[in-house]
């Protein structure tokens, strides 16, 4: 079953490759959605794909790559819309 989750990632995660590191380890898990910058200095990410996959995916989040500093990862589950791949916006 497709679960959907919408993060908001707060702290040092812009200028450190969070999007593109999450745009990896998303592949990898087969999970789709996108990840973007905003404009208050967090990334908001959404990502559709197994419940294991999506949760996999938020324990990284709240790690975030070398050189982020992650403060706090508010999530929402939300319903499917059935997105493919995944893009760093």
């Not at 790559?65 to 819309?81: C, H, M, N, S």
Request: a positive charge; glycine letters at 14%.
């Amino acid at each position: 079953m497709t679960r959907r989750r919408r993060l908001i990632v707060h702290g040092r995660v812009q200028g450190v490759g969070f999007r593109y590191s999450l745009a990896r380890a998303a592949g990898s898990r087969g999970v789709a959605g996108w990840a973007a910058n905003r404009d208050d200095g967090t990334v908001e990410a959404v990502l559709e794909g197994d419940a294991e996959a999506i949760e996999s995916l938020t324990a990284f989040c709240r790690r975030g790559p070398r050189g982020a500093k992650v403060e706090r990862v508010e999530t929402v589950d939300e319903q499917p819309e059935g997105l493919r791949g995944f893009s760093a916006r």
